[in-house]
Structure formats: structure tokens, C-alpha cells
């Protein structure tokens, strides 16, 4: 078999391996699924030999262009909760678990971490090398919006939407990594959009 064609079907195969994971992992109790998906995370990056730039100076361009990425994060996620809609919407979630587990742990190993590895890490190097630049972030953005189909479903929210918005920010934290050459800057960007969501949505369910 040609070479670039297993690469494809390597890519294609991590791609569908991840969206099926996204269907599996929220029926495994808490105190397993975090853990799990850290070290899937990590073991995919492993596998697959990914560079994640997390050492000088890729690691500072990582930082400083994710630190810019993040305060428009978390300008957006203020913008947005003034919106009634919003907020009625925020209101209306309510949290898996407690907020310290939510914010402290989940948040930055369950999603941030095992996320950024998985996809931005991962796959995304595996599809460049498969189908090129482009067609390796298409196919990492695309998997990342169907991996958000359950959540979509749990929440109420609309899957059409939330794939389409979620493949649009897989889009762009792809460029982010590839435009610093670390995985710092979608990192850093993911974690800040997340954590102040998750912050206005537990102080709104309080007021």
C-alpha cells in the first residue's frame, strides 16, 4: 500500500477513534473520565511522536500569542453574558459537579489538556502529514466539532450550531499552534475562554 495513503487512513482512523471517544466518555463516572482522557491525551501524543513546542523559544511565541488570544476570550465571554438570552441560557445549565472540581480540574485536564493533546497535538500532526496544512486542520476542526455533538445534546443546545461553532474554534486554535509552533497558545486560549464561561455561568446560577 502507498505510503501517503496509509497516512490517510491513519489520520482518518485517530480522527473517527476521537469522535467516538466523545460518545463513550461522558457515561464513565467522574472520578475515571478526567484521569482517562488526560492520559489519552497524553498517550496519543506519545504515539504518534508530536511535537508540542512547550520548550524555549517556541514555548514563548506559544504564550505570548495565547495571552493575547485569551483576553479576547475573556472579553468575549463578558460581552456575551450580557446578552438576556445568554445569560437565561447559563442559568439554566447546571454544573456536573462542584465548582473547585469543575474549575480546578476538569476543566484544565479533563478538556484543556486532553483536547489541545488530542487534537491540536495529535491529529492535527498526523492529518498535516497526511493530506497537508490545510487538509490536516480541516480534518482536526471538523473531528472536534462532531466530538461535541453529546455535549450539544446534554446541555439543550442545538448540535447543528454547537458542531459548527466548536469546528470553527477547533479552526482557529489549530492556527494559533501552528502559527507560534507551540501548543501553549490554543492551550492558554481554551483554558481562559473556558474557565470564565464556567465562572459567569456558576455566578449567575448564584444570583
Given at each position: 500500500m502507498h505510503e501517503n495513503t496509509?497516512?490517510?487512513?491513519?489520520?482518518?482512523?485517530?480522527a473517527s477513534v476521537l469522535i467516538g471517544w466523545s460518545f463513550v466518555s461522558p457515561y464513565l463516572p467522574m472520578r475515571w473520565?478526567?484521569?482517562?482522557?488526560?492520559?489519552l491525551g497524553g498517550l496519543l501524543v506519545l504515539?504518534?511522536?508530536?511535537?508540542?513546542?512547550l520548550t524555549p523559544p517556541k514555548l514563548w511565541a506559544g504564550l505570548r500569542l495565547g495571552s493575547a488570544a485569551a483576553v479576547l476570550a475573556g472579553v468575549a465571554v463578558g460581552v456575551m453574558t450580557s446578552v438576556r438570552r445568554v445569560r437565561l441560557a447559563m442559568s439554566a445549565r447546571e454544573p456536573f459537579t462542584s465548582a473547585p472540581v469543575w474549575l480546578g480540574w476538569q476543566i484544565p485536564w479533563g478538556t484543556v489538556w486532553a483536547e489541545e493533546a488530542a487534537f491540536r497535538g495529535a491529529l492535527s500532526s498526523v492529518g498535516m502529514a497526511a493530506?497537508?496544512?490545510?487538509?490536516?486542520?480541516?480534518?482536526?476542526?471538523?473531528?472536534?466539532?462532531?466530538?461535541?455533538?453529546?455535549?450539544?445534546?446534554?446541555h439543550g443546545?442545538?448540535?447543528?450550531?454547537?458542531?459548527l461553532a466548536t469546528g470553527i474554534a477547533g479552526w482557529v486554535l489549530g492556527w494559533?499552534?501552528?502559527?507560534?509552533?507551540?501548543?501553549?497558545?490554543?492551550m492558554l486560549a481554551h483554558l481562559v475562554l473556558n474557565e470564565t464561561a464556567a465562572a459567569a455561568?456558576?455566578?449567575?446560577?448564584h444570583r
Open positions: 496509509c497516512r490517510r487512513i491513519a489520520a482518518l482512523s485517530l473520565r478526567v484521569p482517562m482522557q488526560a492520559g504515539v504518534t511522536r508530536t511535537s508540542l513546542g493530506f497537508g496544512p490545510t487538509g490536516g486542520r480541516i480534518l482536526q476542526a471538523g473531528a472536534f466539532g462532531l466530538s461535541h455533538v453529546i455535549d450539544a445534546r446534554a443546545e442545538p448540535v447543528a450550531a454547537t458542531v494559533f499552534a501552528e502559527r507560534s509552533g507551540s501548543i501553549a497558545a490554543p455561568v456558576l455566578t449567575i446560577r
